[in-house]
Antibody
């Protein structure tokens, strides 16, 4: 079964850092754009960032530009999100998602990030 | 940024009856190849969102044929021909034409 599994979430103080990982399995990871999408408690999904197949093209939502960095390691079938200068408003479940035909066709189960003192 | 607006935000339905959700984008979602970059997702309670419809009108793998998507330009509709109990959750439209990718506010379907 095609699968994405996120890890790395947790509780972090404001101003702190966290690195999320997403492990892909049972598909050719290097052939797809990948994204991070977050969902704050009780809110709708918010796209955070995406990256193309070889990592040469990256896009971010304005609210995380300069603080978050998306990256990938195709040899390890893994996607990453380095999050620095974290704020309370970054508290959310973070999902990784595969992009195909203008859609997110595969989603992970999510990892919770809580920014609080 | 492209703004996505859904209506209604809450949709009470009776099992076996049809349901319809509208989504309007602030600009055309037609890409240079003629594709409509508009999708529909369902998030069931406690689960990740799941893809229902992609490119405006194509059902994703495993999605029952009671779900259909239509529309063009800036106005789109998701229809459920006969609602079943398992269809409860929050429905989102999403545009992937350009970054930032944006979602509608969500429509909560209740039975």
């Amino acid at each position: 079964e095609v699968q994405l599994v996120e890890s790395g979430g947790g509780l972090v103080q404001p101003g702190g850092s966290l690195r999320l990982s997403c492990a892909a399995s049972r598909f050719t990871f290097s052939s797809y754009w990948m994204s991070w999408v977050r969902q704050a408690p009780g809110k709708g999904p918010e796209w955070v960032a995406n990256i193309n197949q070889d990592g040469s093209d990256k896009n971010y939502v304005d609210s995380v530009k300069g603080r978050f960095t998306i990256s990938r390691d195709n040899a390890k079938n893994s996607l990453y999100l380095q999050m620095n200068s974290l704020r309370a408003e970054d508290t959310a479940v973070y999902y990784c998602a595969r992009s195909d035909k203008c859609a997110f066709d595969i989603w992970g189960q999510g990892t919770m990030v809580t920014v609080s003192s | 940024d492209i703004v996505m607006t859904q209506s209604p935000l809450s949709l009470p339905v009776t099992p076996g009856e049809p349901a319809s959700i509208s989504c309007t984008s602030s600009q055309s979602l037609l890409d240079s190849n003629g594709y409509i970059c508009l999708d529909w997702y369902l998030q069931k309670p406690g689960q990740s969102p799941q893809l229902l419809i992609y490119l405006g009108s194509n059902r994703a793998s495993g999605v029952p044929d009671r779900f259909s998507g239509s529309g063009s330009g800036t106005d789109f509709t998701l229809k459920i021909s006969r609602v079943e109990a398992e269809d409860v959750g929050v429905y989102y439209c999403m545009q992937a034409l350009q970054a930032p990718i944006t979602f509608g506010q969500g429509t909560r379907l209740e039975i």
